[in-house]
C-alpha cells in the first residue's frame, strides 16, 4: 500500500470491513479494503480498511463513534 494511504480499522470478518468503508464513503472518504488472510489457512490474518493520511483521523473519529464496528468479534 502507498504511503499515503493508513490502516484505520482491521477485523476477520470481512462483512465488518465492508461496513466500515461503507461508512467511510458515505462520509465522502475514500477507502479500501486489504485482505492480509493467508491465502494457505484463510483463518490466519485479517481484512484491513485503509483511508488517504489526509483523511486519517477523521476516519478514525468516524470509525470509533460508530456502534457497529465496536463490538466483539
Known amino acids: ?3 499515503n494511504w493508513g490502516k484505520v480499522y482491521d477485523t476477520k470478518q470481512m462483512i465488518r470491513a ?3 468503508r ?3 464513503e458515505q462520509n465522502e472518504i475514500a477507502a479500501v479494503i486489504v485482505n492480509k488472510q493467508d491465502s494457505v489457512c484463510p483463518i490466519l490474518g485479517q481484512f ?3 483511508v488517504p493520511m ?3 483521523v477523521r476516519a478514525q473519529t468516524i470509525l470509533s463513534n460508530e456502534d457497529s464496528l ?3 468479534e
Open 1 to 3: 500500500m502507498d504511503d
Open 18 to 20: 465492508e461496513i466500515a
Open 22 to 24: 461503507e461508512i467511510l
Open 48 to 50: 484491513e480498511v485503509h
Open 54 to 56: 489526509t483523511e486519517f
Open 70 to 72: 465496536t463490538e466483539s
